[in-house]
């Protein structure tokens, strides 16, 4: 069965900070991997994704993403946090028809930003 | 690039009573919408997957009757929650893919908040 894992409920950096969202998958056949960011009472923007090729994937924001298929990881990276990157982030796996297979979704892990 | 539109973005209703939300693909064509629940802080859970000139695939656990879907054109999905009682508030979000939309992501609803008092 497929299932995502997001070790960290709750992450806290400061601002200027590096900063990195884990995520592993277990994923049947080949995996198709998103990462969305979501702000309180708002809907899912997409952040990047993974689909083939270049294993090292950039998004928007400043993000980046790096799969791993044999750690079945697809960790979220930033090198350097902004206040504006506090909110709930989540990993998510597809199958080969994205498009008429539904996500599924991580817990997600909740980034908070101190000054 | 493709726009997915919910509507309302919030309601608030009494318990008895019914709401309706509306998912819409305004650019493209959308032969699959997927119904996600989010409990507050809690991840997205999926609801049904309805299919353009079919019923809905509900998930385990999942009322259908509660939960009435219809996929009404390929650019538009319903869900209506019937006789609503308090614990069905929660954040509702539909996601939609393009009708060729293989290796294409999901594109979301910015989600409904509903509320029955």
């Known amino acids: 069965a497929q299932s995502v894992t997001q070790p960290d409920i709750h992450i806290t950096v400061s601002e200027g900070a590096s900063l990195e969202l884990r995520c592993n998958y277990s994923y049947g056949a080949t995996p198709y991997l998103f990462w969305y960011v979501q702000s309180p009472g708002q809907g899912l923007q997409l952040l990047l994704k993974y689909f083939s090729g270049d294993t090292l994937v950039q998004g928007i924001k400043g993000f980046e993403a790096e799969f791993k298929r044999s750690q079945s990881s697809f960790n979220l990276r930033k090198p350097s946090v902004h206040w504006s990157d506090a909110a709930e982030y989540f990993c998510?796996?597809?199958?080969?028809?994205?498009?008429?297979?539904?996500?599924?979704f991580g817990k997600g892990t909740r980034l908070s930003v101190i000054a | 690039g493709a726009v997915v539109s919910q509507h309302p973005s919030w309601v608030i209703c009494k318990s008895g009573t019914s709401v309706k939300i509306e998912c819409r693909s305004l650019?493209?064509?959308?032969?699959?919408m997927f119904w996600y629940r989010q409990f507050p802080k809690q991840s997205l859970m999926l609801m049904a997957t309805?299919?353009?000139?079919?019923?809905?695939?509900?998930e385990q656990g999942v009322e259908k009757d509660k939960f009435l879907i219809n996929h009404a054109s390929l650019t538009l999905s319903t869900l209506t929650v019937t006789s609503a009682h308090p614990e069905d508030s929660s954040f509702y979000i539909c996601?939609?893919?393009?009708?060729?939309?293989?290796?294409?992501?999901?594109?979301f609803g910015n989600g409904t908040r509903l509320t029955v008092t």
């Open positions: 309805s299919n353009e000139g079919s019923k809905a695939t509900y």
């Open positions: 650019d493209f064509q959308a032969t699959t």
């Open positions: 998510a796996v597809g199958g080969l028809d994205s498009g008429n297979t539904p996500l599924v």
């Open positions: 996601s939609a893919n393009p009708r060729q939309g293989q290796n294409s992501p999901l594109h």
